[in-house]
T-cell receptor, first 119, second 114 residues
Framework: AQKVTQAQTEISVVEKEDVTLDCVYE???????LFWYKQPPSGELVFLIR??????QNEISGRYSWNFQKSTSSFNFTITASQVVDSAVYFC????????????????FGKGTHLIIQP | KAGVTQTPRYLIKTRGQQVTLSCSPI?????VSWYQQTPGQGLQFLFE???????NKGNFPGRFSGRQFSNSRSEMNVSTLELGDSALYLC?????????????FGPGTRLTVT
């Protein structure tokens, strides 16, 4: 069965510091997809990134970067020069590709990391 | 392009009642998935509909059901409400089914059961 672990329940840093959110996943499938979502206080989940299991290239988008390492089953998320607006709960999620004739089980989410950026 | 909309945003019901929540996906998206979010269990997958057919179902009792209409709008129904059903219910839409595409979430319906 698939599983996502976000060991950091809450992280608090001062603005402009760099911060890394850890995500470790478990799956028996060779084809799978990893996601990060941001949930601000308003409650709506905001899509950040999607990665498939065959693409281990790191990704950078502005102050955000993601490090995908299949060898350690990790998909970590780093925010560089954090800002107060980055304060939110961040979720890592996993989905397995649907088997032929069957179906996937939706996204499996980690418990989330509450990131607090202090001014 | 309009995002995913959910109605109502807030709902208070009494134990034993039933409730229907509605979700309108992004235009062109044919898959709608539903998730329950609680402080204790986190985000859990309820079910997914694609082209009016339920494709996948999470580990929830039969009191939780849903359907999808020809315009891709979806409803979920919870019958015989229990206190533990109090949660934020999120729906997400995507182009394809199977949770392999980006899923775009609505603002959620916060259900309180008293």
């Amino acid at each position: 069965a698939q599983k996502v672990t976000q060991a950091q329940t809450e992280i608090s840093v001062v603005e402009k510091e760099d911060v890394t959110l850890d995500c470790v996943y478990e799956t028996r499938d060779t084809t799978y997809y990893l996601f990060w979502y941001k949930q601000p206080p308003s409650g709506e989940l905001v899509f950040l990134i999607r990665r498939n299991s065959f693409d281990e290239q790191n990704e950078i988008s502005g102050r955000y970067s993601w490090n995908f390492q299949k060898s350690t089953s990790s998909f970590n998320f780093t925010i560089t020069a954090s800002q107060v607006v980055d304060s939110a709960v961040y979720f890592c999620a996993l989905s397995e590709e649907q088997a032929a004739g069957g179906g996937a089980d939706g996204l499996t989410f980690g418990k989330g990391t509450h990131l607090i950026i202090q001014p | 392009k309009a995002g995913v909309t959910q109605t109502p945003r807030y709902l208070i019901k009494t134990r034993g009642q039933q409730v229907t929540l509605s979700c309108s996906p992004i235009s062109g998206h044919r898959s709608v998935s539903w998730y329950q979010q609680t402080p204790g269990q986190g985000l859990q997958f309820l079910f997914e509909y694609f082209s009016e057919t339920q494709r996948n179902k999470g580990n929830f009792p039969g009191r939780f059901s849903g359907r999808q209409f020809s315009n891709s709008r979806s409803e979920m129904n919870v019958s015989t409400l229990e206190l533990g059903d109090s949660a934020l219910y999120l729906c997400a839409s995507s182009l394809d089914w199977g949770a392999v595409d980006e899923q775009y979430f609505g603002p959620g319906t916060r259900l309180t059961v008293t």
